[in-house]
């Protein structure tokens, strides 16, 4: 259970530095090519990135908290094989055993915050999927260097042989 906020942490910290790295690479290609693309095509191109990884560490996060409820709810099963009069529900369905009804309670308010940060990642990805959809529409329609071809026939008058592009 040590293990977990480690993971969470580092998930939210990779999330942070890929926004750090993608906000220069934006802005060298704004002013490489100003009147190539609109600001929201280059803001889709660096954009998806760093909200795709947010959307890995929120999910993850919210694995890591919902994992935390479980524990949480496997104790309280175990206390109630162990001691069952204080499992008992009374008339206003709360446990009859102080212990049982805490641990009932944290296993709901760690299963609030997992469906939080779930919400938060499945925001994320929806907006990584709009910026995908959207530099696919507004990208240049053909890359410069794909199909890579090295070898290249030529036709001129007088002229005729192979090129090898290396």
Not at 59 to 64: D, V
Request: some cysteine; charged content about 20%.
């Amino acid at each position: 259970m040590a293990l977990r906020p480690r993971l969470a942490g580092g998930c939210a910290l990779m999330a942070v530095g890929a926004a750090l790295v993608a906000a220069p690479a934006a802005a060298q290609d704004r002013h490489d090519a100003p009147d190539a693309r609109p600001w929201f095509a280059t803001a889709a191109k660096w954009g998806k990135w760093p909200t795709l990884a947010a959307a890995i560490g929120l999910s993850a996060i919210a694995i890591s908290r919902k994992a935390d409820a479980d524990d949480s709810f496997d104790r309280l099963q175990l206390l109630c094989a162990e001691q069952p009069e204080g499992c008992r529900l009374d008339a206003g369905g709360t446990y009859a055993g102080p212990n049982a009804e805490s641990l009932y309670q944290e296993t709901l308010r760690l299963d609030g915050l997992a469906r939080q940060w779930m919400i938060g990642g499945q925001g994320f990805l929806f907006v990584s999927g709009g910026l995908f959809v959207l530099d696919l529409v507004t990208g240049s329609r053909k890359p410069k260097n794909i199909p890579y071809a090295p070898l290249e026939a030529f036709a001129a008058p007088g002229t005729l042989g192979l090129r090898w592009r290396f």
